[in-house]
């Protein structure tokens, strides 16, 4: 009886460890399972100098149980951040959901169809969140393929203690600065030409004053010559008086400002990120400097061309859409563009704008006209192409002295290059363009 007792009672002892061990391994299961749900969203971004990106993701995903974002951090450079997609793309494994691009490379990769429009979620009311300049920016063939994140307008800094007002042409401007050269400044004129972007906005800005800026999104590309022939006149007579020397086009936005800030230039075109240095106490320019909108077409309307920006586009390949929409409103939500303007950047929410704010930055209270009113370059399909052809006119004209005619000529035949050549588009063809990376100054291509 004894014996029968004991061996009843390792029985039930082996089915009691039965049962545990098979609900520990159910559990494991379970926990195995769960973690298999958790979707992981790929986000290929080029590297900012704040590391705002960075911050946004971790916070995206302490707050996010059933989906972890995956932040690719690619270079500031356009070369080589396209370089790196495309290794993405044919590696087939982390195939970004979402991609951050700047405004010049949507057309092209919306042309090749590796983006995909975004029209089902853009109310009306969505749309004018956002300033209609860059808006426009993320439209091609009438669709929308971005959602702006951040964006900047080049500006005018000028010396206020030499010069009375800013000048309301590009004439006016290189009169004066010809006659602060002869007081022994440096510089008339200096601007970031090191990179191409730069140069690009700066010579689309001489380009808009005159209205010569073409669609470039239009299939067949044209130049109203006699405006093109006027703008590029002031350009050269600008050389010519040695207002713009070849220094400026091995300069980058930092070291712009710092040779406009040693007292070396009378006026210097630059990004937004300049202002809120020069009021610092501790600049050798405190209360010495003004920012003002670049010559305009007309002294009325501060349609001043050229804003540039950022923007969030969804992969056409992403299988997680609802996942990756999630993702993109998070990152243009008040909150995180507060922290956006925060990191030095200038947000995309027209909402968080205001003059007191732009009063701390040193900015002038026509910063939100110009992003409204503004056009971002828009080089259209063969991005690359038209950046090149632009900042390589630039360069003749600065640094080798190119007449107008060698300049309309190369401008001209530059563009029917890029149409001759241009390939039909194939489904998943990979881009081949570009850009910057912030405008805050900081580790990237443009000096933004």
Known sequence: ?????????????LIIMAILLAGCDSIGKKNSDEQEVKKKLYFYYPRDGSHIIKRCIIEYNKLHE????IGLEGSGKRTAFNEKLNELREAGETVPDIIMIHDTWLAEMASKEILRPLDGGMTENKKNEFFKGMYDAMIWKGKTYGLPIWQDVPLLYYRKDLIDSPPDSWDELSQTAKKLLKSGIEYGLIFPGETQESAS?????????YNAYPDFEAEDIKFNEQALSSALG???????N???TPDTLSMNAEDCRMAFEGGNAAF??????AA???????SPLFGKVGVAPLPASTAENPDSGIISGYALAMSKDSGLIPEAWSFMEYLISDDVQREIAKSGLMPAKKSL???????QLGLPHVFTELLEAGHALKPGRSADGIINMMSQALSLAVGENKSISDLIKFINEGVVAEEKTEEPVQEGEDAEDGSQAGNNGEDNDEGE
């Open 242 to 244: 040695g207002v713009i």
């Open 201 to 209: 906005a700066f010579l689309g800005g001489i380009w808009t004053f």
């Open 66 to 69: 059933n989906v972890e974002v």
């Open 268 to 273: 210097m075109w630059n990004w937004s990120y």
């Open 276 to 282: 809120r240095l020069f009021i610092n106490e501790e």
């Open 353 to 359: 704008y205001n003059i007191y704010w732009l009063d």
């Open 1 to 13: 009886m004894k014996i029968k007792r004991i061996t009843k009672i390792a029985v039930a002892l």
């Open 234 to 240: 002031d350009l050269k007579n600008m050389v010519k």
